[in-house]
């Protein structure tokens, strides 16, 4: 089955209207009245669930209220650049923009969102019957202010899983090759040295096999900030160094002679583990970002590796974007002996749990109109076809849906993987200062990346860097 993400013209028209049929119509075109003539603007990342946005629900909306909305896609660097300029200058240009679950604790600190449940509680005659906060999953709660109200509607939600090649890990031939060489039989990693024997003997296999395959993803540019996310929120957690290895609770240390753990051992083993995989992995890896290790698994490169849930879907079903549809499965990332414990006795996490929420800038000068979208967009009734097509759930209800369960066959169980096993990941650290401390340490970062600097002297440097930002800021005492 190949439905993942194809946004043909009959498929579309189909969406369409069998989202119309769905919805209450009397209610969203009585509530659009006074907004006749309205055009949303909003600006999002060029990413797989935004793309539906654009491409199905707004189309839908339209139809259905009148109401224009016009969802502007771009780069990851140029969304937040353009939201947060306009947010800055109050020109109220965009009434909808994305916030990344990393980015919501600097956007409310600067009072840059609208709350969304005062705003529909004391407008009813723009309270959807359709919509309700209690049908979203517990990640909705990264969205919520220090009153418990919502400040943003997700959007998507997901886990940076383990893809592996289920073709290649199950092909009788290889599997005798990987026995004969390793002594244990190949099946998914456990731990960080499985994951590097895997990788290692497919990287050697593609070479004597004149293949184009190597042992493993790596997102590893040497200038872009994925690179410096993948390291904190993917690789240092499964050794234990968990929120970027700065200790809030102890003046918010980041070297270990603060009682930090950025430079830790732990740290250093991870950086340095993850630097001989990146050394390993198919030569693109030092220029890729997020998008480019989703296209190259996709492009049936890597053997395994660790990529975004919002890529899961096209890459495991598509058969017009990848080459390994029907060839994928999932599994947890590998951990250091004793972690997976850790985290399930309540300290820690095992990967990055990611997503976003539409919010509504304070700036906004459409709120009623752009409330009325969002609460659109968080209905339970258009999210089976929302997460079929870019594998995010943020609704509970999606989950049992059997255009989801179809799915949830194709993706080798990521759904359940994602409902069952989800509350072993997290997303980025509750830090107001998020981006300063980012901006701050990824140079050095970037100098690690490229040899300039040996492991142990940066993460020495940006444990020194990190801690000066705080202090410049006001975090450290």
Not at 109 to 114: K, S
Not at 228 to 237: G, H, V
Not at 375 to 386: R, S, T
């Amino acid at each position: 089955m190949s439905f993942a993400y194809k946004l043909a013209v009959s498929t579309l028209a189909l969406t369409v209207a069998a989202g119309a049929a769905m919805a209450d119509d009397a209610f969203w075109k009585k509530a659009a009245e006074p907004y006749q003539g309205v055009t949303l603007r909003g600006v999002t990342e060029s990413s797989p669930p935004s793309l539906y946005i654009r491409e199905v629900l707004a189309p839908q909306f339209e139809e259905l209220t009148g109401i224009r909305v016009d969802v502007e896609t771009t780069s990851w660097d140029q969304m937040f650049d353009k939201a947060i300029k306009d947010m800055e200058a109050g020109t109220g240009i965009y009434d909808m923009v994305y916030i990344e679950q990393d980015i919501i604790y600097s956007y409310l600190a600067r009072d840059f969102l609208t709350d969304l449940t005062a705003l529909i509680a004391d407008n009813p005659a723009i309270a959807a019957p359709t919509y309700s906060e209690d049908n979203f999953t517990t990640f909705a709660d990264y969205f919520k202010g220090d009153n418990g109200h919502l400040y943003g509607v997700p959007m998507e939600a997901f886990i940076k899983i383990y893809l592996y090649r289920t073709d290649l890990f199950g092909d009788p031939d290889i599997q005798a090759a990987f026995k004969e060489k390793t002594g244990r039989d190949l099946a998914p990693a456990t731990n960080h040295e499985e994951y590097a024997e895997i990788a290692q003997f497919f990287t050697d296999y593609g070479k004597a096999n004149d293949m184009d395959l190597w042992g493993t993803t790596a997102q590893a540019h040497t200038g872009h900030v994925a690179s410096w996310y993948e390291y904190f929120e993917s690789i240092a957690p499964t050794f234990g160094v968990y929120n970027w290895g700065i200790d809030a609770n102890n003046n918010y240390a980041a070297s270990v002679a603060n009682g930090g753990e950025m430079n830790s051992d732990a740290a250093k083993k991870a950086l340095t583990w993850w630097l001989s995989m990146r050394d390993i992995a198919p030569p693109e890896s030092p220029a890729s970002t997020w998008t480019e290790v989703g296209t190259t698994f996709g492009a049936g490169r890597a053997a395994q590796g660790l990529v975004y849930g919002e890529n899961a879907g096209w890459i495991a079903a598509d058969e017009t974007k990848s080459l390994v549809v029907g060839k994928v499965g999932v599994a947890l990332p590998p951990l250091e002996d004793g972690i997976m414990e850790e985290v399930e006795g309540g300290k820690g996490y095992i990967g990055y749990y990611d997503g976003g929420a539409f919010g509504l800038p304070s700036t906004s000068k459409n709120k009623e109109a752009a409330a009325l979208f969002l609460q659109y967009i968080g209905q339970n009734e258009v999210q089976p076809d929302w997460a079929v097509a870019a594998p995010r759930v943020t609704n509970t209800a999606t989950y049992d849906d059997p255009k989801v369960q179809a799915m949830n066959e194709e993706l080798g169980g990521y759904y359940d993987m994602l409902k069952d096993k989800g509350y072993l990941f997290a997303g980025a650290p509750a830090y107001p200062f998020h981006a300063q401390v980012r901006e701050a340490t990824a140079p050095t970062f970037f100098k690690i990346l490229t040899g300039d600097l040996s492991v142990s002297d940066g993460l020495d440097q940006m444990a020194a860097e990190a801690e000066a930002e705080l202090t410049s800021l006001g975090y450290r005492k």
